[in-house]
Structure formats: C-alpha cells, structure tokens
C-alpha cells in the first residue's frame, strides 16, 4: 500500500520552519564532512534577509591544521559569471547597453575575431559558441599566469569558435571574459572597480571580491588536490590571480555573503535588479542534460529541479576548491556550500541540504496523525542520535507544530531524499517505520526505553538496541568515537573501579622545564590531533599567559600521562584541554586533575564546554548546562557553569 508522503500539502516556507531545524541541518554537514573525508567545509542557509545557518567544519589547510571558520574566505570561481551578469544586466537597465548588442560594435579589438557578430544575451547564456577555455588552457592546472587582456583577444581570434551561434550549449569561460571587457569599455573603470561599485557596496558584500589580492588571500582558506595514494593524503595548492578572466571565474567571497547574493536575486528582493531584469535571468535560454536530469541556463544562472523546486544557482570549480549555492527565486531560500578540495561534493552538499529542509518543514500526513494522549513534546523527546555498531541513526523532528512527525535518517546517507523513513508514533514511546521496501523495519515496532527522568537510554530498531550517542560512547569507551578534536577527551572513569591516589602537578607557563611542556604539549596532540584524527590549531597563544596554570599528573617514570588547562577569562575562571592518555584512562586521573583544577579556581565562578556525552560526568563536580547545545567540529558540546561559592546548590 502507498500512502500521501508529508510533503504532499507542504505549507510555503518561513523562517519560523526553517529555525528549528538548523542544527540538525549543521550536524548533517558534520557528518558528511566526516564520513566523505572532505578537509573543510563552509556552509549558509538563508531565507530572504534572515541567515539561518552559518557554519564550518574541517580545517581550512592541511598541512598547518588551521581550523576553518565561517570567516575564511573561498576562490568560488564560476559564481563569478552571475555577478558579471547582474553588472551587465544593471547596464543594460541603464541604457549603456541592449541584450542585442553585438561584441564587435562594443569592442574594435574584437571586431576581427570569430566572435564579432555574437550578442551579450549569446555570451551570458552561453549560446554564442564560444569555446570553453582555448588551445591551451594550462592556467587551470597553475603552470602559467590566467591570460591578460592581450591574450584573451588573441586567443579569440586564433581559436575563438566551437559551434555557430544557437547552434549548441556550449559552456564558455572565454566568452564571460569577453563581458568583463564590455563592462571595462562601456564604464571606462576596471571591472573589479565598477562591479564593487554597482553591485557589491549597493549589497553590503564587503568580503565579496572580485579577484585575489594580497589582502584577501591572507584570509583565504587553501585548496587541496584529490586524496591519492594509500595513505590518501592530499597536497595544497596555491593561489593565483585571474587576469583577464575575473568576470568568469575570479571572484573570493564566503557562504554568509554568497547566500545573500543568490537571495537578492529572488523575486521581490529589492537587490540591484528590478524584477523585470531577474525574470530574464531566471529565463531558461539553453537546456542540457546532465547525470540523468535536464538542467538549465538563463543569464549568468544555472537551472535545476530538486523535488519539485526549481532551483537556481551556479558551481564553482577552481584549483583546490568546489563551490556550489542554490537559490529558490520564489522564496529566496539560498543554500551555498563551499569546499577545500578539488573533488568536494558541494553539489550534492548543497542538494542534500535542500531535500533535508523539505523533508523536515514538511507537515506529518493524515495517516501519521498522533493517537490519543501522544504530544509534540513526546516526539521531541525521542529525537535525536542513536548509535550502534553499525553506526549512528537520527530520528529527526519534522512537521509543524500542529501537524508535528518523526523521520528516521542515516546521516551518513548522501541524500536525505533517499535516506529518509516516515515514522509513524504508535504510543509516547513506540514508532513504527511505514512504505519501506520491505527489507528493514517497515511493520515493526521501535519502542524506546527511558529512565526514571524520562530520558530515552535505547531504542530498538528490528530488534537491535542502538543507544543516545552519549551513552554508546560512555558504554563503548574508546571501541567507538567520533574526530574529537576539542576538550573532554577523557572517557567517565569507570564507576565501579577503585582509583589509587593520584599526585597532580601545577605550574605557569614560565615555571615549566622545557621537557615538561613538550611531553604536555606532545600529549595533548597524540590524543587529540593524532588519536583522534582532527588537526586543529590546539596552540592558541593562551598556555602562555601570567595568569594561566598548567596542571598535569605523571606515571612512574616521570611521563605526563593527563593534563588540564585552567584559564583566567576576568570574572570567572575556564578549564580546558582536559586529556588523559589512553593507556591511563578509567583509573581517576581525569577526576584527579579536575579536582585539583577546582582548588586552584576557589570560590570563584567556573566554566568549560563539555563535549555532550560528558555532561553527566562534568555534573559530579558541580558544573550545570549553561546554555544551548553547540556543535564544534562536528562534535555536540554543553556550555556549562559552576557557579561562584555563594551561589553554588549544597
């Protein structure tokens, strides 16, 4: 039997939708980037003016282990061609220039190139002819300088034409270089000079640029080449400017502001365009097919359907970095997804957060309706991440808030769109899977077992247990755990193990031997940089300041087998980098250096954030959640708080 799917009568999107479900869009982008192995990723989700979600995972080099963040900016290449556009459609609106426009009457020096008699709309739409990159292309694998103005019109005369005009989609960077020289000519500036002028400032993109400068590549993050040998390491590869190609493929910007970009150009906007200009970039001017779909190009804008939306965008492919954003120009939902490696799945990144914003906005069907005495809040308790040996599982929280379901998800999945299974809640703690292919869970009950708080500890799912992450990774120790490349690495000592005495150590930076703060230093990169297999910047510049104290415990032979940093954040106190040896774990050491960690802080208040399995444990020594769950390198972490002596419960 086949039922309506929830998205049958979805309700037309907003951000109210869109909000909760944001951090299950940014775990889902964890894990992807996790389990494809991509080095960095950055990501923006946004809906009109309202940015939902920024985030960052990965690092942003290599070789340095240097953390990426939301503010590193990307070579996202094609997307040059839609700003070039926008530029020549504002021209246009102005009067300086018409669609009709032929290139020689625009340019003398290409009034004897096979190119002459093609139009702007030609040009944009990519119907012109024109071939993609010329004889000789090697600038795309770094071996010479992206050709200047001289060249590009050399180029063009000697090798210019593919196919006649109309006569074939022919995908040209060489002819977007041609309308960075229209736009040069008809302004009389450079064309980064006018495109800053005319479109970036009017939009607010200040970390939009239209090529690479010194100042900008001092905040780009590095591109990689694709993993290769057994080892599968890659190797970075450096920057370079675009010479008279800009207009094609030079631009530098970042996910928060290439989503804004894409969204301004959502009908009714109001960005630079009237909606009469973005009704002709919207336009379908050209179809191709392409990996089994059909897809389209407009002015300066790709074309594509994703259930049932039509969306969109531009890709972006530049030595060491994959780009893609999608655009709703209906709804102005904008999703860009920005990758460190040549073969980063920014496309299916992109897609996936797409089909998962429609899959959990969509509203439950008449049949998922909730039986008598079930709620929302019974739902959402049974949400979350369960893991087994055979790896994590998501029930993830959808629908309305009158119309509220469960969905059933592998995260590791490529497409949400496939992976989904609709949930259907029998009782408040028993779902039942419905229209599966008949090999999995479809007609069985997934009942979940809670504790005395009410909390879920296991859910069952054709029989077999899975637990909440937190509990599998306390119950499996170091067996299972994610890249944990943050503070609390050190598993829950075992409860019914009697520690020996441990002797803790303390000291400033200045009072350290050298050997000492190598063994600490090398002991907290072999857990969490190697062991863990997440490089990050772990030497942040604060192990030296007055006021920090080094804490460490050793073995019999005078090695560091544990160590705590404690900080001095003005009115409170901070504990950190807590590590222990896995070797040394399970026998108090962890327990040890936080206590002594607390005599040092005193009566003062104290704070960490606390990788969320750990929370519990953190509790024993009077911490409490002080905040919302966040994730950090993929990882769930729990502000927490222990307050100052006055204030703290006896």
Known sequence: ????????????????????????????????????????????????????????????????????????????????????????????ELGTLRLDDTVGALLPGYADTPLAGVTLRELLSHTAGAVRDGADADHWILDRPFPDAAALQALVRDHGTAYAPQEHFKYSNIGYGMLGAVLEHV??????????????????????????????????????????????????????????????????????????????????????LSDRSLRLMHRAEATFRRGGGTGTYGLGLLGQEVGGRRLLGHSGGFPGQITRTLFDPATGLAVSVLTTAVDGPAEALAVGVVQLIDLLTAPAADWQALPGGVTAADLDRLAGRYVSLWGATDVLRGGTAERPRLVLLDPAAPAPADAAEELRALDATTLRVEDADGFGACGEPIPFDLDAAGRVTRMRVTGVSAWPEEAYRARRGDAWRHADGVDGAEAEPDAHEEAAPVLVQAAAFADLDPATAYRLWALRQAVFVVEQDCPYQDMDGRDMEPATVHLWVCDEEDAPIGTVRLLDDGDHARIGRVVVDRAHRGRGVAAALMEAALEQVGERACVLDAQAHLEHWYGRFGFAADGPEFLEDGIPHVPMRRPEAGRRTP
């Open 1 to 92: 039997m086949t039922r309506d799917t929830p998205s049958a009568d979805r309700p037309p999107l907003s951000a109210d939708a869109l909000r909760p479900i944001a951090a299950a869009l940014d775990r889902w982008l964890a894990t992807q980037t996790e389990v494809r192995r991509v080095p960095g990723v950055q990501a923006a989700v946004r809906l009109g003016d309202e940015l939902i979600l920024s985030t960052a995972h990965g690092v942003a080099d290599e070789s340095t282990g240097e953390r990426l963040t939301t503010r590193h900016l990307f070579r996202v290449a094609s997307h040059s061609k839609t700003f070039t556009a926008v530029a020549v459609l504002r021209q246009v």
């Open 187 to 272: 302004t009389g500036r450079p064309y980064a000079e006018h495109v800053r002028a005319s479109v970036l400032d009017p939009l607010g993109l200040t970390d939009t640029h239209a090529d690479l400068t010194d100042d900008v590549a001092a905040r780009a993050a590095t591109g990689h080449t694709r993993a290769g040998g057994r080892a599968r390491a890659r190797v970075t590869v450096e920057q370079t400017t675009t010479g008279a190609l800009a207009a094609a493929t030079g631009f530098v910007s970042r996910a928060e502001e290439l989503s804004a970009f894409y969204a301004s150009l959502a009908l009714g906007a109001r960005g630079v």
